[in-house]
């Protein structure tokens, strides 16, 4: 048997014709959309970054300074750039909370966004006695810290321990993380191996107190210490810089390759600040804009749908002729 169409399925037909296509248009649009996303939330929602040193509970010898490493970008706008503001100098109290001036000694701008600046307390240190420091924003650890004096040294650091080295690299993103046994001081690094220790080679690698001292190389909106890329090569070594100057000589040269073709990223931690990384909030999985971008697309996506459907329930509604079913003959 054949069973003939009704004008009501024809009118119906006709009509969804045109909608699945405004609809099948619109998913291509917010696919792109959703694509872009996450490359604008990288380059426009990240936060400066800074590690002073000491950090909380750490010691200070009584010929030691005041550290400070520093990513100054804002949000990825390199022109307006402040340093001045974001890296303004750290703050030091005695027990009876007076403050203890601190002097500029040496500063070096390591382009294009970190600062790292050394700063001399201009009165003799106690031995024994607990100080107060007050780091200044966008520091992790943030909040104010004790700091306990102990003698001076002259003692030479030795050369951090690398532990490992893994990369990411992720479309246009690209990091190789370098994780170290404990060590005490700041960490120094000589991209290409063949320059001599200098504070631009400071960088930050104690975010955290409780864990491993690590460091990244990157190339970021906010943070950049290596042109990371697919497929980029060099030659790297470490040293150490305790607090009060003392280097430790360089460690081996290590080998640095980064893969030609996107790694697998690793599963998320339930951190928020470690899933944001040290870029100062952003990942290669993309800053928080990005998850905001993919949620107002699923309701653009929703809202489309639940339009078609008004439309088809409008087609079908009473008022309209609607045909009985006919049955064709043989």
Same mark, same amino acid.
């Given at each position: 048997?054949?069973?003939?169409?009704?004008?009501?399925?024809?009118?119906?037909?006709?009509?969804?014709?045109?909608?699945?296509?405004?609809?099948?248009?619109?998913?291509?649009? #917010?696919?792109?959309?959703?694509?872009?996303?996450? @490359?604008?939330? @990288?380059?426009?929602?990240?936060? $400066?970054?800074?590690?002073?040193?000491?950090? $909380?509970?750490?010691?200070?010898?009584?010929?030691?300074?005041?550290?400070?490493?520093?990513? &100054?970008?804002?949000?990825?706008?390199?022109?307006?750039?402040?340093?001045?503001?974001?890296?303004?100098?750290?703050? #030091?109290?005695?027990?009876? +909370?007076?403050?203890? /001036?601190?002097?500029?000694?040496?500063?070096?701008?390591? $382009?294009?966004?970190?600062?790292?600046?050394? &700063?001399?307390?201009?009165?003799?240190?106690?031995?024994?006695?607990? &100080?107060? #420091?007050?780091?200044?924003?966008?520091?992790?650890?943030?909040?104010? @810290?004790?700091?306990?004096?102990?003698?001076?040294?002259?003692?030479?650091?030795?050369?951090?321990?690398?532990?490992?080295?893994?990369?990411?690299?992720?479309?246009?993103?690209?990091?190789?993380?370098?994780?170290?046994?404990?060590?005490?001081?700041?960490?120094?690094?000589?991209?290409?191996?063949? +320059?001599?220790?200098?504070?631009? +080679?400071?960088?930050?690698?104690?975010?955290?107190?409780?864990?491993?001292?690590?460091?990244?190389?990157?190339?970021? $909106?906010?943070?950049?210490?290596?042109?990371?890329?697919?497929?980029?090569?060099?030659?790297?070594?470490?040293?150490?810089?305790?607090?009060?100057?003392?280097?430790?000589?360089? +460690?081996?040269?290590?080998?640095?390759?980064?893969? /030609?073709?996107?790694?697998?990223?690793?599963?998320?931690?339930?951190?928020?600040?470690?899933?944001?990384?040290?870029?100062?909030?952003?990942?290669?999985?993309?800053?928080?804009?990005?998850?905001?971008?993919?949620?107002?697309?699923?309701?653009?996506?929703?809202?489309?749908?639940?339009?078609?459907?008004?439309?088809? @329930?409008?087609?079908?509604?009473?008022?309209?002729?609607?045909?009985?079913?006919?049955?064709?003959?043989?």
């Amino acid at each position: 048997m054949l069973r003939s169409r009704s004008p009501g399925s024809l009118a119906l037909q006709g009509s969804s014709a045109p909608l699945a296509k405004v609809g099948l248009l619109a998913l291509v649009v #917010l696919a792109g959309l959703l694509a872009l996303a996450p @490359r604008a939330a @990288r380059a426009q929602e990240c936060q $400066p970054l800074r590690e002073v040193r000491p950090l $909380p509970d750490e010691l200070l010898p009584a010929n030691g300074y005041i550290w400070d490493v520093c990513y &100054y970008v804002v949000n990825g706008d390199r022109e307006d750039a402040r340093s001045n503001e974001i890296c303004a100098a750290p703050r #030091l109290f005695d027990a009876g +909370g007076a403050e203890v /001036a601190l002097a500029l000694e040496r500063r070096a701008d390591a $382009p294009p966004t970190r600062l790292v600046s050394r &700063y001399r307390p201009l009165v003799p240190l106690q031995v024994g006695a607990s &100080y107060s #420091l007050e780091p200044g924003e966008y520091v992790r650890p943030s909040g104010r @810290r004790t700091v306990r004096v102990v003698a001076a040294t002259e003692e030479v650091p030795e050369p951090p321990r690398l532990l490992s080295l893994d990369y990411q690299v992720r479309g246009e993103s690209a990091l190789a993380r370098f994780r170290f046994a404990d060590f005490d001081g700041l960490l120094v690094k000589d991209v290409g191996a063949q +320059g001599q220790p200098s504070l631009g +080679g400071v960088d930050i690698s104690r975010l955290d107190p409780g864990a491993a001292p690590e460091l990244e190389l990157l190339k970021q $909106p906010c943070r950049e210490n290596f042109s990371a890329q697919r497929g980029a090569s060099a030659m790297v070594r470490f040293g150490v810089l305790d607090l009060a100057g003392n280097f430790s000589g360089w +460690g081996e040269t290590e080998s640095v390759q980064f893969p /030609a073709t996107d790694t697998e990223l690793s599963e998320p931690s339930g951190n928020a600040e470690e899933e944001a990384g040290a870029g100062g909030g952003c990942s290669l999985r993309g800053c928080a804009g990005s998850r905001a971008a993919g949620l107002a697309v699923l309701l653009m996506v929703a809202e489309l749908a639940r339009t078609r459907r008004r439309r088809i @329930r409008a087609i079908r509604a009473p008022g309209r002729a609607r045909c009985p079913r006919s049955v064709g003959v043989l």
